[in-house]
């Protein structure tokens, strides 16, 4: 048997086969015979699979997506008009992708977004599959937008809305080693320590005599104004305020390691009211 034989005999064979499918659909639109579902089903079954096989990821298992498809695929069954003369799989596989669509947005995303959003995930998915195929390797994003008629920004979003579907728990081993330790205890977090032993080293280097010390602390601690420690004190305003500015500096120079006198050069009043409010 020649080539042009084996093509003609399978061009028959799959004739024969749909017409044998119509039948069964016809005989099931009227019956509702549960007999005749299951073979439709068993008949389908490949079609269900390959739709499926366009949502594999490795954070969701193959068998959970075939059986959704599986699932549309009944429904697709129970649906089907045969007095609209249109081939089953022109109906069945927009069902049977409505379903595993639906399956995503409602179980597999991690973090609730909008659903226009999830479905882009879904079309850069399929695009991305198709295009991987045709090219031999990952397209750009470019290309996507290309495929799908959307902007390369649009992609981009896409693709960083699709880190939703794969967060992990904190709880989870941070390698694949089940003995390694969990991710959270691999989080750093600020150790506010450091920060006040090295503020109490600048202040022991400062050399603030008594009298600034006093008035840094009715400043900032007691959140007394200049005039009312200049009361209290029985000083003026302007002389609270330069000893303020004096103290300032010197911690300004423990802290940068600078000379005392070149801190209070670079301390002018209006940066040391500035350091009062920071401080404050």
């Not at 927009?94 to 995303?109: N, Q, S």
């Not at 080293?201 to 840094?216: K, N």
């Not at 007691?222 to 305003?237: A, C, F, K, N, P």
Request: cysteine-free; hydrophobic content about 40%.
């Amino acid at each position: 048997m020649g080539p042009r034989e084996d093509g003609d005999s399978r061009e028959r064979d799959l004739a024969l086969r749909r017409e044998q499918e119509e039948i069964l659909l016809r005989r099931y639109a009227s019956t509702r015979d549960a007999a005749l579902r299951e073979e439709l089903v068993r008949r389908f079954m490949p079609l269900a699979r390959s739709l499926a096989l366009r949502y594999r990821r490795r954070t969701e298992s193959l068998d959970d997506l075939i059986q959704v498809a599986n699932l549309g695929l009944v429904k697709a069954i129970d649906g089907f008009d045969t007095a609209h003369g249109r081939p089953f799989a022109a109906y069945a596989v927009p069902t049977i992708l409505g379903e595993l669509r639906r399956h995503f947005r409602d179980h597999v995303w991690n973090m609730r977004l909008p659903r226009s959003l999830q479905e882009l995930t879904m079309r850069l998915d399929e695009a991305t599959t198709a295009l991987t195929e045709e090219l031999g390797r990952p397209p750009t994003a470019a290309q996507i937008a290309e495929r799908l008629g959307i902007s390369a920004e649009e992609v981009l979003e896409g693709l960083e809305a699709a880190h939703a579907r794969r967060t992990l728990s904190l709880d989870a081993p941070r390698l694949a080693d089940e003995e390694s330790l969990p991710a959270v205890e691999t989080i750093a977090d600020a150790e506010l320590g450091y920060d006040r032993v090295e503020a109490q080293l600048a202040a022991e280097r400062a050399g603030l005599d008594d009298r600034e010390w006093l008035v840094l602390k009715m400043r900032f601690a007691d959140g007394l104004t200049q005039l009312e420690i200049g009361r209290m004190l029985g000083v003026s305003q302007m002389q609270i305020s330069r000893i303020s500015r004096r103290a300032l500096g010197k911690l300004l120079g423990a802290v940068q390691g600078e000379q005392v006198s070149a801190a209070l050069e670079r301390v002018s009043p209006r940066q040391a009211q500035g350091n009062e409010g920071r401080l404050r």
